[in-house]
Nanobody
Framework: VQLQASGGGLVQPGYSLRLSCVVSGRTSNDFTVGWFRQAPEKEREFVSVIKWSGGTRYYADSVKGRFTISKDSAKSTVYLQMNSVKPEDTAVYYC??????????????????WGQGTLVTVSS
């Protein structure tokens, strides 16, 4: 399995950014894919994931109402639409995946597959 993340960059507070992650090499639809992030000198934290089959979405409280996760099955791609970004959203964002889904979807060590990370910097 390979996860290729892209879309990071510099964005001003209050603006929007969209991250993408292409999932390749998967063998079934019973998996969960999404995003964690890691700010400087902080531990990795859960952002959002989506169950590929069925489309159930999960969000961290810190991004609920601002970020939206979605998928394009034809392109095997998951997106993270980040609206109303804040300086505290600054971090390296990692695309993650696991088979099958787990109720502990918010724990980083539940995901064996990680992408290379894309840096998001929110600053004026």
């Amino acid at each position: 399995v390979q996860l290729q993340a892209s879309g990071g960059g510099l964005v001003q507070p209050g603006y929007s950014l969209r991250l993408s992650c292409v999932v390749s090499g998967r063998t079934s639809n019973d998996f969960t894919v999404g995003w964690f992030r890691q700010a400087p000198e902080k531990e990795r934290e859960f952002v959002s994931v989506i169950k590929w089959s069925g489309g159930t979405r999960y969000y961290a409280d810190s991004v609920k109402g601002r970020f939206t996760i979605s998928k394009d099955s034809a392109k095997s791609t998951v997106y993270l639409q980040m609206n109303s970004v804040k300086p505290e959203d600054t971090a390296v964002y990692y695309c993650v995946a696991r088979w099958p889904h787990t109720v502990r979807y918010y724990r980083a060590n539940e995901y064996p597959h990680w992408g290379q990370g894309t840096l998001v910097t929110v600053s004026s």
